[in-house]
């Protein structure tokens, strides 16, 4: 049997994501065998696996950390808001269908074998489990029939440390409070807390730890600085996508849609010098960038059709007839096509208009694409002209299926890439891309060090800048180290060697 540890929050974004996948590269460094395990977690960031099986990202993150493949069974159920009241409910890696948050509510529980199918699978196989709650444990309302949290813990036998984030603010008042409202069983769970996302002299907080392990009666395990580390956050509560950034010599505008869905995969623009990566949600902050990147969604139509009623549209089209690359991923691709049509009410049902700025037509269907792939760019063409040949890699992962018809833009509308599935051997061409805009379905287009240095540096001679000597990044080798660092700070601000006898110890 697996040691186990879990990490739970006093409240959302408390840190425990990066925390689990701190510990999963500590322990990896130690020699051990890890795999890290969130039974449900909500999130609009997802992960296709080799078996073509989706996941949650932050597990794909924490696995990487581990140095192990990232499998479903560490993120057994994947809640993917839909809109305000529902969500997609995806169960090992399958769509099981759509339900609202009531509904949801009522049958989770029956959900629990899976859940524990999924955990026994990795306790036969690994020597530790990192395993990550959601939220917070103190959510009276959802207790009784909770299976991420104290539910969890219990399912598992897991001892708990309680995480609390001070940075913004009554970290006391969090960590005391979620001890205070948990039953008794529930605190017995709990062996120690963090203080997370310390900034400043720890210790002038020494006397506040003192009272808060009186008033808990349990010990403060580690006092966790705010980590100056460039990893994978989990959801749209990213400070990635928050404010205002000054534009750079090569400017990429993001447009923030509500439902946005792995934005992650814009993140390696972040380590270019020179190169500025914003975050847009109104037409006032979209100023006059370089490249527009329409992301991923999950409802693609309901999020166009209020960029349509905020004006964003509108000033996108503006952009792109005074030269701007747009460039459409996934649901942000579909956006730009003629139309958009959902039949089977998948999304919103209905017909609307596309952007109309590429030649394709997309339907939504009840069946899934979820595949892993890799090929190439093909003739790009326009201002990217030079992307031609470039190697890529990713996955697919979307509802609607697209049909180009290239007489919309005459001669120079063509496919985007040529890809095959790794499991199939499939190939297929995808995408679409006429003059100055381009579009495809492929997660991760952007991740190869080649495909950035080719994209900047396209955008820089179209400026009359010299770029020559772009300094793209090896991101495999860039996100090892940022795990690495992390495993650092966890070291030398945690008792690691409390957190082994707390293992040891159990329940």
Do not use: W
Request: glycine share 10%.
């Amino acid at each position: 049997m697996a040691k186990v540890i879990m990490i739970q929050g006093t409240m959302s974004n408390a840190g425990k994501s990066l925390l689990a996948a701190g510990l999963c590269r500590v322990f990896r460094q130690d020699g051990y065998r890890v795999a890290p395990f969130k039974s449900q977690n909500m999130a609009l960031n997802s992960f296709i696996t080799k078996e073509g099986l989706e996941m949650g990202r932050a597990q794909a993150m924490q696995a990487e950390a581990a140095g192990v493949e990232p499998s479903a069974l560490m993120n057994p159920i994947l809640l993917k808001p839909t809109n305000d009241t529902g969500s997609q409910v995806i169960v090992n890696g399958e769509v099981l269908g759509n339900m609202s948050a009531r509904d949801y509510f009522r049958y989770k529980k029956n959900l629990i074998p899976d859940i524990m199918k999924a955990y026994r699978e990795l306790d036969e196989n690994y020597d530790i489990i990192v395993i990550e709650g959601a939220g917070s444990p103190a959510e009276i309302n959802l207790k009784n029939d909770d299976i991420v949290n104290m539910g969890m813990a219990k399912l598992a036998g897991a001892p708990v440390l309680l995480a609390g984030d001070i940075d913004r603010g009554g970290v006391f008042a969090q960590l005391v409070g979620t001890v205070a409202l948990l039953e008794e069983d529930e605190r017995a769970l709990v062996k120690g807390l963090i203080i997370n996302k310390f900034r400043g002299d720890k210790t002038i907080l020494d006397p506040g730890i003192e009272m808060l392990e009186k008033l808990c009666k349990k010990e403060v395990v580690g006092v966790v600085p705010y980590m100056d580390v460039d990893l994978e956050d989990e959801d749209s509560l990213s400070e990635r996508l928050e404010g205002v950034r000054e534009a750079k010599a090569i400017d990429i505008a993001v447009i923030r849609v509500p439902r946005l869905s792995n934005f992650t995969d814009f993140n390696i623009f972040e380590s270019i010098s020179g190169v500025s990566l914003r975050y847009v949600k109104h037409t006032s902050e979209l100023g006059n960038p370089d490249m527009i990147i329409l992301p991923g969604t999950k409802n693609t139509m309901e999020d166009l059709l209020r960029m349509r009623g905020s004006g964003l549209e509108a000033a996108v089209k503006k952009a792109g007839e005074r030269g701007c690359v747009i460039f459409g991923v996934c649901g942000g691709y579909q956006m730009l096509g003629m139309t958009l049509s959902d039949p089977e009410g998948v999304e919103n049902g209905g017909s609307i208009r596309g952007m109309e700025l590429l030649p394709m037509d997309t339907v939504f269907a009840g069946k899934k694409t979820r595949t892993r792939v890799e090929g190439r760019i093909e003739e790009a063409g326009g201002i990217l002209s030079g992307l031609s040949g470039a190697e890529l890699e990713g996955y697919e992962i979307h509802m609607g299926q697209s049909s180009f018809r290239g007489d919309s833009c005459g001669s120079r509308a063509r496919h985007l890439t040529r890809i095959c599935d790794i499991v199939t051997g499939t190939e297929k061409e995808e995408g679409a891309c006429c003059g100055n805009v381009y579009g495809s379905y492929v997660h991760g287009i952007f991740d190869r060090e080649d495909v950035v240095k080719r994209i900047v540096q396209a955008l820089a001679a179209n400026k009359g800048l010299e770029l020559s000597e772009v300094e793209a990044m090896d991101y495999a080798a860039y996100k090892e180290r940022q795990y690495d660092r992390l495993a650092e700070i966890l070291r030398e601000n945690v008792d690691m060697k409390r957190i082994y006898e707390i293992m040891e110890e159990g329940v």
